[in-house]
């Protein structure tokens, strides 16, 4: 449909400028406008392809955003079923370690505190005898 309206365009402006030209305007015009008339159909093909491509690339982007957000949702979805799952309770170990390790160093440090002010009632006590 274009191709036709394209060739009948070219062939009105051929004849107006024929009409409004010498014999030597005139024969290089037919001579270009049969160039043109040419390569109207490969115009005219190349025009569908780009058409044609034009909408599958906005097909593919739609295709692409919506793949993209169902990506977006089984990552999150994988996630919390991996926390859920696994991570949850390692989670639940690893916080029981920490409290009885914290509670283990304050036993420690407890049984340091009580040897050092043991050690400082010996030294205490060795002076007192010393002084006597």
């Known amino acids: 449909m274009e191709e036709k309206n394209y060739i009948l365009n070219v062939k009105k402006k051929l004849v107006e400028d024929i009409k409004s030209s010498t014999s030597e305007d005139a024969l290089k015009i037919l001579n270009e406008r049969a160039e043109l008339l040419q390569e109207a159909p490969i115009i005219s093909k190349r025009w569908e392809q780009l058409i044609y491509l034009n909408n599958e690339k906005k097909e593919l982007r739609k295709i692409t955003n919506v793949g993209l957000g169902f990506g977006v949702i089984i990552t999150f ?5 991996w926390y859920r799952r696994l991570q949850k309770y390692q989670d639940i170990l690893m ?21 050092q002010n043991n050690n400082e009632e010996i030294a205490l006590n060795g002076k007192l005898k010393s002084n006597l």
Request: proline fraction near 0%.
């Open 77 to 81: 979805i994988g996630f919390f079923q």
């Open 95 to 115: 916080k029981r370690e920490a409290e009885s390790l914290s509670s283990t160093i304050k036993d420690e440090n407890s049984v340091l505190d009580e040897a």
